[in-house]
């Protein structure tokens, strides 16, 4: 039975359940909700996971006489404190998204009703839980959709803390992978398992016919027989000859997978081994999966990559307030992210509701129109738009066609201050950022004029041209 999740969360945690114990404010309704900031790099969506562990971690939130006794070695001696402690049992409203469901940034995916001093002390187990099982959802859903169909085996137990492993396998299960080599995920969870050998087995034997023989005998023709320990193409010969055609499948875990994979093929339907399938492993990850979609390929094991998120960090995930009620007591400002300090749900208050925050600039942006806007001071008043508007305003020539469907009158003069303005996405300001890296990289220094200086080289050659000319003329020579 795993430890009491009571004593998973921060210190500072306590410190703001005992102040709000001191003033009266720990029973104050509030809700919170859990949002991820961003996805990382590259990702367009993600996937949760962990909701199911976190609702069994609530059960067992208890403080027993040990976890207590924890608290006060570690200088947590307030009487209220631990008195209020050792009767907590949590009694608010836990809902959000179901496990598996997609989420994007600012969606809040887990919302928790409850009084403050419950509430405050699930937040870092809230956000450890569902930090690491949604990263190894969303590399795994990526690892399946890879795939194209092909079952896919979680093999990662020994690149990750023993109990990290355990979660990871139920969360690869949860968005489709076929099975894992875990046993605990197997025993806590019904996560279906798989496993054969090593080439530590084949080393252990005489040669390699006396291990399959061995292997076969125990397990049975439908076994997976690993063939790349000494010669691949040899190995699956004498797979064949140990076991027959209906052995039922072949592992290749080191060299060119994709021209090994199309070899072994070739030889097994040789040998009339037209139903023994071709498994790979060997550090996959989703890229090296979608790599392997035209070999013919039928399964996939895939350890590191999937329980280390496929090389990118666990979703920023955070906690702030909803909207919540009309409340009299005052709020903090929204856009902050926060765990404590949602609006309390106060009865009986009259105040109107709060007004709608202001956007940011980013947000302002983003719902307009993601245009090119061509704006000029000479021709722009003319159409009666602002001086600083960012719609649609003028050409950039008088005479042409603006796109608000005028022309511009004729203005004397060249217009010196015909700019382009454009209201950029996202990717385009990386595109922006890109190319102006580039530009700098290759000398080209946007807005600057490049200075011709020469290298030391060339200063050392006209000072030696200097002399040598002082020289000649000290001598008499022209």
């Not at 809040?108 to 959802?137: K, M, Y």
């Not at 454009?422 to 700098?440: F, K, N, P, W």
Request: hydrophobic share 40%; with cysteine; charged share 25%.
């Amino acid at each position: 039975m795993p430890p009491s999740p009571a004593l998973l969360t921060d210190r500072y945690e306590l410190t703001m359940l005992a102040a709000a114990l001191a003033d009266g404010t720990a029973d104050r309704d509030c809700v919170f909700e859990v949002f991820a900031r961003r996805l990382p790099h590259g990702r367009r969506y993600g996937v949760l996971a962990g909701t199911g562990r976190l609702l069994d971690a609530l059960a067992d939130f208890r403080f027993g006489d040990e976890d207590l006794a924890a608290l006060q070695e570690q200088g947590i001696t307030d009487p209220a404190l631990l008195a209020w402690l050792a009767d907590f049992e949590f009694a608010g409203d836990v809902e959000g998204y179901a496990e598996g469901e997609l989420y994007f940034p600012g969606s809040p995916v887990l919302a928790v009703r409850a009084p403050f001093g419950q509430a405050v002390l699930l937040e870092t187990l809230v956000l450890s839980v569902l930090n690491h099982d949604s990263a190894i959802a969303s590399a795994a859903a990526r690892m399946v959709g890879a795939a194209g169909g092909r079952p896919c085996i979680e093999m990662g137990s020994r690149r990750t803390h023993e109990e990290a492993a355990v979660a990871a396998a139920r969360a690869a299960w949860l968005v489709g992978f076929a099975s894992t080599s875990n046993l605990a995920a197997g025993a806590r969870y019904a996560v279906p398992t798989a496993g054969t050998s090593a080439h530590a087995f084949t080393l252990l034997h005489d040669d390699e016919a006396a291990a399959f023989r061995a292997q076969v005998d125990t397990l049975g023709t439908g076994t997976t027989l690993l063939v790349d320990t000494y010669d691949t193409m040899q190995g699956i010969r004498t797979a064949i000859e140990v076991a027959g055609t209906e052995l039922g499948a072949v592992r290749l875990d080191s060299g060119d997978l994709g021209l090994l994979a199309v070899q072994a093929r070739e030889l097994l339907d040789s040998l009339g081994a037209h139903r023994t399938r071709v498994t790979v492993t060997s550090d996959l990850d989703e890229y090296a999966i979608a790599a392997l979609a035209a070999a013919p390929v039928d399964g996939y094991g895939v350890g590191t990559s999937l329980v280390t998120g496929s090389g990118s960090p666990p979703p920023a995930w955070s906690t702030s307030w909803s909207s919540g009620t009309a409340c009299r007591w005052p709020r903090p400002p929204r856009g902050s992210a926060r765990w404590a300090g949602a609006s309390p749900r106060c009865a009986g208050t009259t105040a109107p509701a709060p007004r709608p925050p202001r956007s940011s600039s980013r947000a302002r942006s983003a719902l307009r129109t993601v245009t090119a806007v061509w704006s000029c001071r000479w021709c722009r008043p003319a159409c009666g738009s602002p001086t600083r508007t960012r719609r649609p305003g003028c050409a950039p020539r008088a005479g042409t066609t603006r796109r608000c469907g005028r022309r511009c009158p004729p203005r004397p003069g060249r217009c010196p201050a015909a700019s382009r303005r454009s209201i950029r996405s996202t990717g385009d300001q990386g595109a922006d950022r890109g190319g102006r890296a580039e530009r700098l990289l290759r000398g080209r220094q946007p807005g600057r004029r490049r200075r011709r200086g020469r290298r030391a080289g060339d200063h050392g050659a006209r000072r030696a041209g200097a002399r040598a000319r002082g020289v000649r003329a000290r001598r008499g020579h022209p």
